[in-house]
Nanobody, 125 residues
Framework: QVQLVESGGGLVQAGGSLRLSCKAS????????MGWFRQAPGKEREFVAA????????NPAESVEGRFTISRDNAKNTVYLQMNTLKPEDTAVYYC??????????????????WGQGTQVTVSS
C-alpha cells in the first residue's frame, strides 16, 4: 500500500520559516517526480513546486519562488519543502504528491498519481 505522509506543519509568525517533509512508504520515490500543492479554505488546490526524480530540476510557482525550496533525499525516500519568509497568504493545507513521469515537472494536479493526507500551515500576521 502506497502512503505519502507529510509532517512539519504548524503555526508560525509572518517572516518565519518551516520545513515540511513527505515520507513515502510502499513506493520508491526514485522513480517519481514529486510535487507540493496547497489548498486554502474556500480556494482550489494550488501548485507550489515540483522536483524531478534526480533532484536536478525544480519548478517553483511564481508565488513562492525565492522563498520556498523543494528538495529530495532518495535514500531516505523523502521529499522536503523549505519555506522561508512566510506570509499570511501562505496559510493552507500542504500536500505532497508523486508523478510516475519522473522528469515531468507538472503543475497540473491530474498528472500526480499518489497523494498524502496533508499538513496544516498557518501563518499569523
Amino acid at each position: 500500500q502506497v502512503q505519502l505522509v507529510e509532517s512539519g506543519g504548524g503555526l508560525v509568525q509572518a517572516g518565519g520559516s518551516l520545513r515540511l517533509s513527505c515520507k513515502a512508504s510502499g513506493l520508491s520515490v526514485r522513480g517519481y517526480a514529486m510535487g507540493w500543492f496547497r489548498q486554502a479554505p474556500g480556494k482550489e488546490r494550488e501548485f507550489v513546486a515540483a522536483i524531478d526524480l534526480s533532484g536536478g530540476s525544480t519548478n517553483p510557482a511564481e508565488s513562492v519562488e525565492g522563498r520556498f525550496t523543494i528538495s529530495r533525499d532518495n535514500a531516505k525516500n523523502t521529499v522536503y519543502l523549505q519555506m522561508n519568509t512566510l506570509k499570511p497568504e501562505d496559510t493552507a493545507v500542504y500536500y505532497c504528491a508523486a508523478n510516475p513521469r519522473g522528469f515531468e515537472l507538472a503543475d497540473d494536479s491530474r498528472r500526480y498519481t499518489y497523494w498524502g493526507q496533508g499538513t496544516q500551515v498557518t501563518v499569523s500576521s
